[in-house]
Structures are given as C-alpha cells and as structure tokens.
C-alpha cells in the first residue's frame, strides 16, 4: 500500500492534471505567487478589450520584445517576461483588427 504522503507534487489529485507537470502546466500555478504572471493571464484573456493607445507605437513593441529575446535587458525575470506576455497579446490583437480593417 502506498503512503498518501509519498505522492509527488506534480501529481496532486487535489490540482487536477490541468494543473499538475502531467500535460502542461498553465501559465499561473495555484501553488506559486506571481502577481506579474496573474496580470499577463488577465491580459492575455481579455486582450480584445484592450487597444494599443494611439501614441503607442506597434513598431516599439516589436522592438522592445526583440530587444528582451536577444538578452539586451540582463535576465529575464518574472515581471519582464510578463510584460513582454502583454506586449505580444497586445501586439497580436493589433494586427488581427488591422486584418479585419482591411
């Protein structure tokens, strides 16, 4: 018989295997704090209600994800990789109403 303690993490019954190592862990794990992450997942799902502000240049996103890609800004942390996260959704969202537009 096995000891109910000897279960793994990753294999929490209590997660589901939505949120265990067993197929895919999601962008933001119940089990980890990462406030920066939670934001981009919020961003990322309701990113067709947000619009790039019309000063915000599209080309500087691009620009900046490239730059953070390239390791031009040191290692990545979690606030970055969330923001360039947003920066995409944004970006993504940009050119699919640019799509339609046409």
Do not use: C, K
């Not at 197929?23 to 406030?35: K, M, T, W």
Request: proline share 9%.
């Amino acid at each position: 018989m096995t000891d109910p303690d000897d279960t793994p993490e990753d294999d929490d019954p209590e997660l589901g295997p939505e949120l265990t190592g067993g197929e895919g862990v999601p962008d933001s794990d119940p089990r980890h704090l990462d406030p920066a992450g939670d934001v981009a997942d919020l961003v990322e799902a309701n990113v067709s209600d947000v619009e790039l502000d019309e000063d915000t240049d599209a080309e500087d996103l691009r620009a900046f994800i490239d730059a953070v890609e390239s390791g031009e800004h040191g290692p990545v942390d979690p606030g970055l990789e969330a923001t360039v996260r947003i920066a995409r959704a944004l970006l993504e969202n940009a050119e699919g109403e640019n799509d339609t537009d046409e």
